[in-house]
Every structure is written in C-alpha cells, then in structure tokens.
C-alpha cells in the first residue's frame, strides 16, 4: 500500500452486496471525527465505483485510496468535515 495516512477505524463489508457496502459506509463515516480515516474491505468488485461515486456526490468525504487484491476490494475514505 502506498498510502500516507493513518486508518482510524477498519470496516469489514465482505460478503454484502449493494447496496450495503455504500449504506454501511456511510453509517461509519458519520461516527468518526473530522479527518479520521475509514478503512472499508469488500467482497463486491461493485463497490469499487459505488464508493467512488458515492463520495464524488458526497460533501464532507473524500475516497483516499482503492486498491484490489486477493479478492478484496479496500477503500479509504477520509472525513473531511
């Protein structure tokens, strides 16, 4: 991983389906502070343009990283306000 940033939480999403990843993310999101670091690990390859999408269209996030491996898809999600 070539991210420079500290996860303040990791939430595990694997074996649900959309729209799930997307609903529980943001549920996370909204529990942590401004600038903490939501680690989402994924089963469903879908997830990589819902979450994209979802934080493109949401204001307060910003989707740090993604990366695939091993059958997992991580997403990092920084809250920005």
């Known amino acids: 991983m070539s991210a420079e940033f500290d996860i303040t939480e990791t939430l595990d999403v694997k074996g649900a389906s959309c ?3 997307v609903v529980k993310t943001k549920s996370a999101i909204d529990a942590l502070d401004e600038g903490d670091v939501l680690e989402v690990l994924a089963t469903d390859s879908g997830s990589m343009s819902d979450i994209d999408g979802w934080a493109a269209g949401t204001e307060g996030v ?3 990283e993604q990366e695939e491996g091993d ?11």
């Open 19 to 21: 729209p799930m990843p």
């Open 62 to 64: 910003e989707l740090v």
């Open 71 to 81: 059958g997992v898809y991580r997403h990092y999600v920084r809250k920005t306000e």
